[in-house]
Every structure is written in structure tokens, then in C-alpha cells.
């Protein structure tokens, strides 16, 4: 596969993400932060998380732009940190061969997130909650 062909999936698989919209619910597409940098990466990692979205939240975001601005998001938007800290922890870990303990705080060295975009970000949910819609 090329970077171009994985591009092309990409856009193919956000367009599906974004034909699941219903009432009071919008799909918040995700998938590869930077296909670039993830095709290029080693290892390939795909990290599943089953975080839900706001209820009746139906603004259109993605969460691949909002990953693609993580530093600035973590240090100004309250909740994420508490989601994605731990990834991108984890993933300079990774990625630089470094044990935990050694891994430079965020808020310190905030470029150190630039490593989450060599993974890509699957929810088990795309779209928000609704409280009429019963579990299943």
C-alpha cells in the first residue's frame, strides 16, 4: 500500500463515519491522526478506546483535527487530558524505546505529543448518546 492509497481509505472510511448521523446525534469521525507519519511509523499501532461522546452533541467535529492540535487542546480545554494523557504517555514510551518513569511531563514539554500522530484512534463509539435511546 502507498501513502496515497491509505489516504484514499482514510477519506473513504471518514465519509462512512459521517453517513451515521441521526437525530440529535452527529458522528465524530476518527481514524488516522497523520497518515504520513503513521505509515511511516514502526510499530503500527491502532489504539481502541470506547469513550462516548457528549449527549446531543451535534457541532460536526472531528476528532482527527482536534488530535492534530493536541498540545494546544490538553493545556486550554479541561477533560482531555484525562483520555489522552495516558496515550500519549504510553506511546512516547513506545516510540522512544523509554521506561515511564523517565517520560517528560506534558505540561512541561508539550512537543513530546507530537507522537500520537503515528497511531491511529478507533472509538468503539461514533456517535453521541442520546437519552430517549435505549442500551442495547
Known amino acids: 500500500m ?3 492509497n491509505l489516504k484514499l481509505e ?3 472510511i471518514i465519509k462512512e463515519i459521517e453517513n451515521l ?3 440529535n446525534s452527529t458522528p465524530i469521525p476518527d481514524g488516522i491522526i497523520d497518515v504520513e507519519k503513521y505509515f511511516h511509523s514502526n510499530p503500527k499501532i491502532l489504539w481502541i478506546n470506547k469513550d462516548v461522546n457528549s449527549e446531543n452533541d451535534v457541532d460536526g467535529w472531528s476528532l482527527i483535527d482536534v488530535l492534530n492540535d ?3 487542546v490538553l ?7 484525562q483520555t489522552f494523557n ?5 506511546l512516547y514510551g513506545i516510540f522512544n524505546k ?9 505540561s512541561e514539554e508539550p512537543e513530546n505529543c507530537q507522537c500520537y500522530k503515528k ?4 472509538k468503539y463509539e461514533k456517535t453521541s448518546r442520546n437519552k430517549s435511546r435505549k442500551s442495547q
Open 2 to 4: 502507498t501513502i496515497e
Open 70 to 72: 493536541l498540545p494546544n
Open 86 to 90: 495516558p496515550i500519549v504517555y504510553t
Open 98 to 106: 523509554m521506561e515511564w518513569e523517565k517520560i517528560p511531563f506534558i
Open 21 to 23: 448521523k441521526c437525530e
Open 10 to 12: 482514510q477519506e473513504k
Open 119 to 122: 497511531y491511529s484512534l478507533c
Open 75 to 81: 493545556t486550554k480545554e479541561k477533560g482531555w487530558n
